[in-house]
């Protein structure tokens, strides 16, 4: 059984910093994308930010772009999400997913199949 386990929200001022963790197990792909979505009040979820396991390929939203950045540590199973320069409207439930196919599949619209819980992200003004 896939779970994966987030750690790392909170609650920052605007223009602060936090990281997000996310660790997977029970699963068996060699190949595979991690990634993070996110999804505030009132609107759908969103993609954020992927990358391919082995091929170490990145996308991420352009609304994102300059101040995210995905990482992940094979060792550790372990993908994270740099986020500075937060603003007020990155404010959300951030959701870490894992899915067999590649990143681009990720990035333009293919549902992952496993989602972590989600973990609060709340930036003040």
């Known amino acids: 059984q896939v779970q994966l386990a987030e750690s790392g929200g909170g609650l920052v001022q605007a223009g602060g910093s936090l990281r997000l963790s996310c660790t997977a197990s029970g699963h068996t792909f060699r190949y595979y994308t991690m990634g993070w979505f996110r999804q505030a009040p009132g609107k759908e979820r969103e993609f954020v930010a992927a990358?391919?396991?082995?091929?170490?390929?990145?996308y991420s939203a352009d609304s994102v772009k300059g101040r995210f950045t995905i990482s992940r540590d094979i060792a550790k199973a372990t993908v994270y999400l740099q986020m500075n320069s937060l603003k007020p409207e990155d404010t959300a439930v951030y959701y870490c997913?894992?899915?067999?196919?590649?990143?681009?599949?990720?990035?333009?619209?293919?549902?992952?199949?496993?989602w972590g819980q989600g973990t609060q992200v709340t930036v003040s003004s």
């Open positions: 997913a894992l899915d067999p196919e590649g990143a681009q599949a990720m990035a333009h619209g293919k549902p992952p199949d496993y």
């Open positions: 990358m391919s396991w082995f091929g170490g390929s990145l």
